[in-house]
């Protein structure tokens, strides 16, 4: 199935004009630079190719003959035609002299062997070149310390076009490709399109993915005898053509390359995406889930959306019937593995991503917050915020998943903030939603009214742990009042046990209150609201459940922004008076 829609996807790619998809034998890469030769071999200059950007250069991603693996001591035996790093195309990469030497060798050998019949102009220029050029020149290339190491092209001086993008040079590498590939093939019947051809025994390994190796990985590898079955040996097992393995894989290296727009990074899972037919939502739905700035005009058509969607309306231009699929990869060795695979509609996908930022739907605590928390903002929450680790591998799949097909979120979410908030840090926005969209949709799925949370105070809201969570909140802003900024506030030393254990705390608090009440300025006034939400409790449990936790975090919070509120209008009065 994954396999079947990403060579679609190759498909649709190959039908759009703005964009350079590689036919079998040619790949999308890297490149830096052009070496610019005339007719006679003689190299002019190494013109620079590089996008420049803010300060920063970036290499110019160009179709050219196909890539493949290359590793270990016989890496210099495998050049690529047409192109290359500098340690081939002109024999010094300012590392292994003698190594260098050979790469330029079989560089020269692979270029004699495919063009010395071609009549071409370009051909005969490039073989002129090689038999002129000697590798110690490259250190007096006037702009060698920035090319040195990378990518090169060739072009002829009088052309415009690049020497690989010649069509009668293209179909000798079309006609040839396969005998420099180190991939063996055996005749059988492609599993993704049924049709007779030839299947191959590894596949193009895949960049991209975070955390996997450098070389590239593979989605798609039998590497080990216990993977195997009925005498087959490696690749040979998917039985996946070599026209579909091209294809999708050409469609993954589009998705995960690094300027794509539909490629996200979800916890420890590279996440691609894509839909059957070309659809607004492909290019906003990375987005929708990364952090954004609210000024970039890109995003302001993001938050249109999302805004558009939370309030349960289809945005324009979204239409039925187009599935969307999303891919979550993550690295394991020298292999890659599916986090998590999703198809959806389009439309489908609007309503859930509106559903989930519903339910996150919170009072802020000032404009700063974001009103709709990424999913890296959300996972951020669920570790100490002084530690470098991330969250625990399988939550960011479980959350997406979660998210996509408008199901309870991961019961692991709601521990890990009720942890976090136990260990001091602070009831923020970000947890407060979080908690409160967890609390909400378990509501909603499960019919439990007792776990109803309103964006703002509720007063209405006769929950004990909601009334002990703003009963906490009162407590802690009439000790401030009071004392000031003490050095250990309640919340410091007694948030923990209070949200957990109310039995066993609430009462030392209240007598302590007392206290707090004769030395504040604003006594009366906490005293009265102790009061009003004391009276709706009728006894302090002695244990609460962790969804009690989540609904005390969110009385908490909800009187606290209360409270600030107020303490605000206040100060603004007093300063007009003045």
Same mark, same amino acid.
């Not at 990378?150 to 040079?169: D, M, S």
């Not at 993977?227 to 294809?247: D, H, L, R």
């Not at 970039?296 to 938050?303: F, M, P």
């Not at 302590?512 to 009276?535: C, M, N, P, R």
């Given at each position: 199935?994954?396999?079947?829609?990403?060579?679609?996807?190759?498909?649709?790619?190959?039908?759009?004009?703005?964009?350079?998809?590689?036919?079998?034998?040619?790949?999308?890469?890297?490149?830096?630079?052009?070496?610019?030769?005339?007719?006679?071999?003689?190299?002019?200059?190494?013109?620079?190719?590089?996008?420049?950007?803010?300060?920063?250069?970036?290499?110019?991603?160009?179709?050219?003959?196909?890539?493949?693996?290359?590793?270990?001591?016989?890496?210099?035996?495998?050049?690529?035609?047409?192109?290359?790093?500098?340690?081939?195309?002109?024999?010094?990469?300012?590392?292994?002299?003698?190594?260098?030497?050979?790469?330029?060798?079989?560089?020269?050998?692979?270029?004699?062997?495919?063009?010395?019949?071609?009549?071409?102009?370009?051909?005969?220029?490039?073989?002129?070149?090689?038999?002129?050029?000697?590798?110690?020149?490259?250190?007096?290339?006037?702009?060698?310390?920035?090319?040195?190491?990378?990518?090169?092209?060739?072009?002829?001086? &009088?052309?415009?076009?690049?020497?690989?993008?010649?069509?009668?040079?293209?179909?000798?590498?079309?006609?040839?490709?396969?005998?420099?590939?180190?991939?063996? %093939?055996?005749?059988?019947?492609?599993?993704?399109?049924?049709?007779?051809?030839?299947?191959?025994?590894?596949?193009?390994?895949?960049?991209?993915?975070?955390?996997?190796?450098?070389?590239?990985?593979?989605?798609?590898?039998?590497?080990?005898?216990?993977?195997?079955?009925?005498?087959?040996?490696?690749?040979?097992?998917?039985?996946?053509?070599?026209?579909?393995?091209?294809?999708?894989?050409?469609?993954?290296?589009?998705?995960?390359?690094?300027?794509?727009?539909?490629?996200?990074?979800?916890?420890?899972?590279?996440?691609?995406?894509?839909?059957?037919?070309?659809?607004?939502?492909?290019?906003?739905?990375?987005?929708?889930?990364?952090?954004?700035?609210? +000024?970039?005009?890109?995003?302001?058509?993001?938050?249109?959306?999302?805004?558009?969607?939370?309030?349960?309306?289809?945005?324009?231009?979204?239409?039925?019937?187009?599935?969307?699929?999303?891919?979550?990869?993550?690295?394991?060795?020298?292999?890659?593995?599916?986090?998590?695979?999703?198809?959806?509609?389009?439309?489908?996908?609007?309503?859930?991503?509106?559903?989930?930022?519903?339910?996150?739907?919170?009072?802020?605590?000032?404009?700063?917050?974001?009103?709709?928390? @990424?999913?890296?903002?959300?996972?951020?929450?669920?570790?100490?915020?002084?530690?470098?680790?991330?969250?625990?591998?399988?939550?960011?799949?479980?959350?997406?998943?979660?998210?996509?097909?408008?199901?309870?979120?991961? =019961?692991?979410?709601?521990?890990?903030?009720?942890?976090?908030?136990?260990?001091?840090?602070?009831?923020?926005?970000?947890?407060?939603?979080?908690?409160?969209?967890?609390?909400?949709?378990? @509501?909603?799925?499960?019919?439990?009214?007792?776990? =109803?949370?309103?964006?703002?105070?509720?007063?209405?809201?006769?929950?004990?742990?909601?009334?002990?969570?703003?009963?906490?909140?009162?407590?802690?802003?009439?000790?401030?009042?009071?004392?000031?900024?003490?050095?250990?506030?309640?919340?410091?030393? %007694?948030?923990?046990?209070?949200?957990?254990?109310?039995?066993?705390?609430?009462?030392?608090?209240?007598?302590?209150?007392?206290?707090?009440?004769?030395?504040?300025?604003?006594? &009366?006034?906490?005293?009265?609201?102790?009061?009003?939400?004391?009276?709706?409790?009728?006894?302090?449990?002695?244990?609460?459940?962790?969804?009690?936790?989540?609904?005390?975090?969110?009385?908490?919070?909800?009187?606290?922004?209360?409270?600030?509120?107020?303490? +605000?209008?206040?100060?603004?009065?007093?300063?007009?008076?003045?």
């Amino acid at each position: 199935m994954i396999i079947q829609e990403l060579s679609r996807y190759y498909d649709r790619l190959k039908e759009r004009e703005d964009l350079q998809v590689p036919e079998p034998g040619f790949s999308v890469e890297k490149i830096n630079a052009a070496a610019v030769i005339d007719e006679n071999g003689n190299l002019k200059q190494v013109k620079d190719l590089q996008i420049y950007e803010k300060k920063k250069s970036y290499p110019r991603y160009m179709d050219v003959p196909q890539s493949f693996g290359r590793s270990g001591s016989k890496a210099h035996e495998h050049p690529f035609f047409l192109w290359d790093n500098t340690g081939f195309v002109l024999g010094s990469s300012g590392k292994d002299a003698k190594k260098d030497k050979l790469k330029f060798d079989n560089f020269k050998k692979l270029h004699f062997d495919l063009l010395e019949k071609c009549e071409e102009p370009e051909a005969k220029a490039l073989l002129n070149f090689f038999q002129k050029w000697q590798p110690s020149s490259a250190e007096g290339i006037d702009n060698w310390e920035e090319i040195e190491g990378k990518n090169i092209v060739f072009q002829l001086e &009088t052309k415009r076009a690049f020497i690989h993008e010649n069509p009668v040079i293209r179909k000798i590498w079309s006609d040839n490709y396969k005998n420099f590939l180190s991939i063996d %093939f055996s005749d059988g019947i492609c599993s993704v399109t049924g049709e007779a051809e030839q299947i191959p025994n590894i596949h193009p390994m895949l960049g991209g993915v975070r955390g996997a190796q450098s070389s590239g990985a593979a989605i798609v590898s039998y590497n080990k005898s216990s993977f195997e079955s009925y005498g087959k040996t490696q690749n040979y097992n998917s039985s996946v053509g070599s026209k579909a393995a091209f294809k999708y894989t050409t469609a993954l290296k589009y998705l995960l390359s690094s300027n794509s727009r539909q490629k996200i990074q979800i916890g420890d899972a590279t996440t691609i995406f894509w839909s059957e037919r070309q659809s607004a939502v492909e290019g906003i739905f990375g987005l929708v889930f990364e952090p954004y700035n609210n +000024e970039d005009s890109e995003n302001k058509s993001v938050r249109t959306f999302l805004e558009t969607v939370r309030l349960g309306r289809k945005p324009a231009d979204i239409e039925e019937g187009n599935n969307f699929y999303i891919l979550g990869l993550s690295p394991n060795a020298s292999r890659l593995s599916v986090r998590f695979w999703h198809v959806s509609d389009v439309s489908d996908i609007c309503e859930k991503i509106g559903q989930h930022f519903r339910d996150l739907q919170i009072i802020r605590s000032s404009d700063k917050d974001s009103e709709f928390p @990424s999913l890296w903002q959300i996972l951020r929450q669920t570790v100490s915020q002084k530690s470098h680790e991330g969250p625990p591998p399988l939550l960011s799949g479980a959350l997406m998943m979660a998210i996509l097909k408008g199901t309870a979120y991961p =019961e692991r979410i709601l521990s890990l903030l009720i942890e976090r908030i136990r260990a001091n840090e602070n009831v923020n926005y970000c947890k407060a939603a979080v908690i409160k969209a967890v609390l909400t949709r378990k @509501s909603r799925i499960f019919n439990n009214n007792n776990l =109803e949370v309103a964006m703002s105070l509720d007063k209405n809201n006769k929950n004990p742990a909601y009334l002990l969570g703003r009963l906490f909140a009162v407590l802690e802003r009439l000790q401030q009042s009071a004392i000031g900024n003490a050095n250990a506030t309640i919340k410091d030393r %007694f948030y923990g046990s209070a949200s957990a254990t109310p039995r066993a705390v609430f009462p030392n608090l209240l007598k302590l209150a007392q206290h707090h009440i004769s030395k504040s300025d604003y006594g &009366t006034f906490y005293d009265k609201l102790i009061e009003e939400i004391v009276s709706e409790v009728s006894a302090f449990p002695a244990h609460f459940t962790i969804e009690q936790q989540g609904l005390f975090a969110i009385g908490y919070y909800h009187q606290r922004q209360d409270l600030f509120t107020k303490n +605000e209008k206040t100060n603004n009065q007093e300063n007009e008076n003045e």
